[in-house]
């Protein structure tokens, strides 16, 4: 098992920032890639970004690229997303996903095993 709790999210002006963390428990965090997604008031959850369980392969959606960077740090069993020039249609519930250990990094939402419970983000204009 593996516990997932994200914090950090809040309301910010367009053109902010704010960084997003996942804190994990349980099963090794270490090992696992790591995923972060993203739910707006009626859509579907869509993928944002991705790590590897060694950092070496990192990949996002289209629409974040140069804006959001995704990092981790195994000693914190931590994962995080700067979010940089956000704007308004960032505006969402964001989501931290666990894959299984030594998981190629993937952005189908149907690999990942754990999730947190979600964390508001919202990007006034």
């Known amino acids: 098992q593996v516990q997932l709790v994200e914090s950090g999210g809040g309301l910010v002006q367009a053109g902010g920032s704010l960084r997003l963390s996942c804190a994990a428990s349980g099963r090794a965090f270490s090992t696992s890639t790591m995923g972060w997604f993203r739910q707006a008031p009626g859509k579907e959850r869509e993928f944002v970004a991705a790590?590897?369980?060694?950092?070496?392969?990192?990949h996002y959606a289209d629409s974040v690229k140069g804006r959001f960077t995704i990092s981790r740090d195994n000693a914190k069993n931590t994962v995080y997303l700067q979010m940089n020039s956000l704007k308004p249609e960032d505006t969402a519930v964001y989501y931290c996903?666990?894959?299984?250990?030594?998981?190629?990094?993937?952005?189908?939402?149907?690999?990942?095993?754990?999730w947190g419970q979600g964390t508001q983000v919202t990007v006034s204009s």
């Open positions: 790590i590897s369980w060694s950092s070496s392969n990192r």
């Open positions: 996903a666990a894959d299984r250990p030594y998981a190629a990094i993937s952005s189908n939402i149907d690999d990942y095993d754990y």
